[in-house]
């Protein structure tokens, strides 16, 4: 089993940036393709971003790709969310997922373990 817990969500303005964390417990991250997803009220749980084992790859929807970044320490079983250039329509519940695969995954239903979600809040 591997815990997941989301930190650093908040309520900023337009144009500010956050950093969100995800810090593991109960297994190493190593082996654990990662995830940022986000949920905004009435919507499906949507992908925000996806990182491999070893950071050589990582992917992001249109929405935020040249926003958003994600990287992970793995010494630290940690992996981060960077978002800058912060717009209304990115508030959301943030979470990070987990999972145990070869390839990075778009798709909620490919993650095996999740957090609880960090709020973020971006007003205009």
């Known amino acids: 089993q591997v815990q997941l817990v989301e930190s650093g969500g908040g309520l900023v303005q337009a144009g500010d940036s956050l950093r969100l964390s995800c810090a593991a417990s109960?297994?190493?991250?190593?082996?654990?393709?990662m995830g940022w997803f986000r949920q905004a009220p009435g919507k499906e749980r949507e992908f925000v971003a996806t990182?491999?084992?070893?950071?050589?790859?990582?992917d992001y929807p249109g929405s935020v790709k040249g926003r958003f970044t994600i990287s992970r320490d793995n010494a630290k079983n940690t992996v981060y969310l960077q978002m800058n250039s912060l717009k209304p329509e990115d508030t959301a519940v943030y979470y990070c997922?987990?999972?145990?695969?070869?390839?990075?995954?778009?798709?909620?239903?490919?993650?095996?373990?999740w957090g609880q979600g960090t709020q973020v809040t971006v007003s205009s």
């Open positions: 997922a987990a999972r145990a695969g070869v390839y990075t995954s778009f798709r909620v239903s490919d993650y095996n373990y």
């Open positions: 109960g297994r190493t991250l190593n082996n654990y393709i």
């Open positions: 990182i491999s084992q070893g950071s050589i790859r990582t």
